[in-house]
């Protein structure tokens, strides 16, 4: 005898609350290594972009001109935007069951994704590139 589910799934539509997509582990633990990296480029972007409070237009670019906190900064917002990219599509597929509003979301998060991290290169690259 099997229980009625009233459940209805993103990914495997209604009544299939326990059917396994297969796609959950490879997902869990591409979020996780990109946390376990996200905590030292977060701790160390904060850490040089604290330092360069109050400092004029010329230390603030000697400061990030340097390879290592240039190449930090710029690696925190790639993996950071990669990382809540796939976060918000997890998301959307658990909450949104409109079909047509789902595939517009997935668009907007890929695009607000490229933009943010784009952004934030260009940025970096401006405050770096020496004058």
Aim: charge should be positive; charged fraction near 15%; glycine fraction near 8%.
């Amino acid at each position: 005898m099997s229980i009625p589910t009233h459940f209805k799934s993103g990914r495997t539509g209604p009544g299939a609350a326990y059917v396994s997509d297969h796609e959950g582990s490879a997902h869990a633990r591409f979020m996780r290594l990109s946390a376990y990296a996200l905590a030292p480029l977060g701790a160390l972007s904060a850490w040089w972009l604290v330092g360069v409070i109050g400092k004029p237009l010329e230390g603030v670019r000697a400061e990030i001109g340097r390879p290592v906190p240039a190449i930090v900064l710029l690696a925190f917002a790639v993996i950071g935007m990669i990382h809540a990219y796939h976060g918000m599509n997890e998301i959307i597929v658990d909450y949104v069951h409109d079909e047509a509003l789902k595939e517009r979301a997935h668009k907007a998060n890929k695009w607000a994704a490229i933009a943010i991290a784009a952004a934030w290169t260009l940025a970096i690259l401006l405050i770096a590139a020496p004058k």
